[in-house]
């Protein structure tokens, strides 16, 4: 089996005086082959770690907890949006999409443990002051086909429609509907939170419009849905801080 490897370097860069600019000539991040080539097939990953993880404690440890997610089984799946791309993390491969028109990122799909171990190694090198060269065995493992995960997606998709229904609810919105949906009269709704009658009514419409949905207990089903959601996501990604 061919013999590779992972190198992290310091970015080099040139000068143009006439423009007052500043031009980076390299990525920090390549494969190489035993002769020192640059492995084509590997640039869509190197691409997308130099132009996404930025700090070691910052973008660089949320997606370490993104695979850790992964690797403990907690999540079968992940999208993680970044500022040029978006990864899709499974088990077993990980792929990546350019959101301005770079390289289809399933030619350069890599295996679950490729993609770990370049982050890894690329985040020990964002968090050394000095930016040292690092130089680590990279395995040459075929690349898994990419999983049909419509499913997933489908069920996502839903989860931030009703995410995004949820932010529109301001606090205020929320403290009403928590009134209601404890089963107090409206007179004691009112009573409780200083409103007069005709404004509990247009919060009734309101909530409605915002909400897009036709009635409060569909409202109710879906911030119990959200609220349990966030809760144990929030739990899962606490336990690999």
Known sequence: MAVLTLACRPREWVTIPEEGKHYSTDTN???????????SRF??????????????????????TN?????????PYIEAGGNAWVFFLTPEVVWFEGQYSQTDGEDGAVTFEQFSLALRTY????????????EVPFPDDPTPEIPDVSEIRER????????ARIY????????????IHTGMSDA??????????????????????????SSLEEIFDMIDRVDL????????EARWR
């Open 188 to 213: 004691d709704v009112c009573a409780q939170l200083k409103l007069a009658p005709e404004r509990l009514a247009q919060y009734r419409v309101e909530v409605l419009e915002k909400t897009g949905l």
């Open 168 to 179: 529109q609810l301001i606090t205020r919105d929320r403290e009403v509907l928590g009134a």
């Open 123 to 134: 985040v020990r090198f964002l968090a050394d002051r000095d930016h040292g060269p690092i």
């Open 156 to 163: 996502l998709e839903q989860e931030s429609v009703e995410e």
């Open 229 to 236: 959601r966030l809760a144990a996501r929030a739990a899962k």
């Open 67 to 75: 695979v850790e997610l992964i690797a403990s089984g907690e999540e």
């Open 29 to 39: 991040l390549h494969v190489c082959d035993a002769s020192g080539a640059i492995v």
């Open 43 to 64: 640039e869509t990953l190197c691409a997308s770690l130099d132009e996404d993880i930025q700090s070691a404690k910052g973008s660089g440890r949320d997606m370490q």
